[in-house]
């Protein structure tokens, strides 16, 4: 998981690494508004946590450029600031961030709202297993790869060899059924496995895909969920 720590004060960049230090994390930081939004571009982060009062721009307009940004809307934001004063607290959620970390930090409460916002961004939407071909373009060359996973925001595809996460690519593929073929670009969020004996693979979000795409593929994921909910107690 790539975090970007952001906050205009060594200190408080350096007690988050300490708290961060684990294997499964890789950090970048940034010590002002502009110089993370730049980082977010570049690096496109797993999640941010994001100080609130910094010089030049606050935290809360960073937030807000960030999720309107198509391109960055679905990065989850904890935001951090003090606790003695409510109307900072109002003011990070007004901004839309995914949750809030009272200052001074204390590490199991900032692991916990790590753990929290992963999982509800992982289930914002929807999404089922499946096993469908898909033409890949990346860095210039085509490749067939499988999907194993979808849904209405992104695949998992079969890779091996992986491309980075942050890469961009594009995919086209069709699903059962549907007439129309979906095409769409997309970013690898991440490296690994969806299940104990899977192949090796990518997580990819969409970044760029027409929202009538995104529908099929949302009712497509729902009818199916809908038809296995209704066949339980029928194994």
């Known amino acids: 998981m790539k975090i970007l720590l952001v906050d205009d004060t060594e200190l408080f960049l350096d007690l988050e ?16 508004g502009p110089e993370a939004l730049a980082s977010i571009r570049s690096t496109r982060p797993t999640l941010v946590i994001l100080d609130l009062l910094m010089p030049g721009m606050d935290g809360d ?23 003695h004063d409510p109307r900072l607290r109002e003011r990070c959620y007004e901004a839309g961030c995914d949750a809030y970390v009272p200052k001074p930090l204390k590490k199991d409460v900032l692991l916990e709202a790590i753990e929290k916002t992963i999982v509800i961004a992982k289930r914002r939407y929807p999404r089922i297993p499946t096993h469908l ?29 992986a491309p980075p996460v942050g890469d961009e690519l594009e995919t086209s593929f069709s699903l059962p059924g549907v007439e129309e073929k979906i095409s769409a670009r997309a970013v690898v969020r991440w490296q690994g496995i969806i299940r104990e004996g899977s192949p090796p ?27 296995v909910g209704s066949l339980k107690g029928f194994t």
């Open 133 to 161: 071909p898909s033409d890949v373009w990346h860095g210039g060359h085509y490749r067939e790869m499988w999907i194993h996973s979808i849904s209405k925001g992104g695949v998992f595809l079969e890779a091996d060899p």
């Open 201 to 227: 693979g990518i997580g990819c979000q969409f970044i760029e895909i027409e929202s009538r795409l995104a529908d099929i593929i949302a009712d497509y994921v729902n009818d199916k969920l809908a038809a």
């Open 61 to 83: 307009d960073v937030c807000r450029k960030i999720k309107s940004d198509p391109l960055t809307n679905t990065i989850p934001i904890i935001m951090v600031s003090s606790e």
């Open 17 to 32: 690494k300490s708290y961060l230090n684990r294997s499964s994390f890789t950090i970048t930081t940034a010590r002002s």
